[in-house]
């Protein structure tokens, strides 16, 4: 059934069984931030010799690992490092880079902050890469759907009162359409923070019909 022909709603009488029935909308926006933010902090230092690169790097990294942990991003698969190591003329170069995987901006904005206060110089510091999971937007919309069948509900419920009825069941429910709209921003201009959250909305409508009946039938 598409939006068209369901935008009516109103107290009526069905043709062949003759009960009492309210149509009605629902509707609902939920707006969600990216559950996911994927940044690199990287590591170079420049030595004469295999083993002094090393110990000056691991030295550095060892306090970035410590520094992320802290802001308690440990589970397995959110923090992966990688290494290269090549010569540069007679000494040897070190790059290592961790790449980590935190569950919102803040978390990123704090471990930034942290490292470049006391490694100024010493790293570098990707931009963060904002995205939603599918369990998130999978969630997102569960939500909306359920929410515009509660305002389909209360809305059924204050036209029955006004005749003197009662909602007693659903006779028919269907959701005619469900849809995302992406890159949304969620923070003000100036709300002073430097990384805007990257927010999306989805929007539920669905279609109802409900049986009504007289307080005393109840």
């Known amino acids: ?32 931030d990216a559950d996911i933010i994927e940044f690199e902090i990287l590591v170079q230092m420049t030595k004469s010799s295999v083993e002094e690169v090393n110990i000056s790097v691991s030295k550095r990294i060892d306090y970035v690992l410590y520094v992320v942990k802290s802001f ?3 589970d397995e698969g959110t923090i992966r490092v990688r290494q290269m190591l ?10 290592k880079e961790v790449f980590i995987v935190c569950p919102d901006l803040k978390t ?41 069948v509660e305002n389909a ?3 059924a419920s204050q036209m029955a009162r006004v ?9 028919y429910l269907e959701e005619i359409e469900c ?9 003000n201009e100036f709300s002073g923070d430097v990384h805007r959250k990257l927010t999306c ?11 009504l009946v007289n307080f005393l039938e109840q």
């Open 1 to 32: 059934m598409s939006a068209s022909n369901v935008r009516h709603e109103g107290i009526s009488t069905l043709d062949l069984s003759g009960k009492q029935i309210a149509k009605v909308e629902g509707y609902s926006e939920v707006l969600v």
């Open 72 to 74: 308690n991003v440990k």
């Open 86 to 95: 090549c010569k540069d003329g007679s000494n040897f170069r070190l790059i």
């Open 108 to 148: 990123y904005e704090e471990i930034s902050n942290k490292l470049t206060e006391k490694l100024n110089g010493l790293v570098r510091i990707s931009s963060a890469r904002q995205r939603y999971s599918s369990t998130c937007l999978q969630q997102a919309r569960e939500k909306a759907a359920l929410l515009s």
């Open 153 to 155: 509900y209360r809305k």
């Open 163 to 171: 005749s003197g009825q009662e909602v007693a069941m659903a006779l």
């Open 179 to 187: 849809r995302q709209e992406d890159n949304l921003r969620g923070v």
């Open 201 to 211: 909305k989805l929007i539920s409508r669905v279609f109802a019909i409900y049986e």
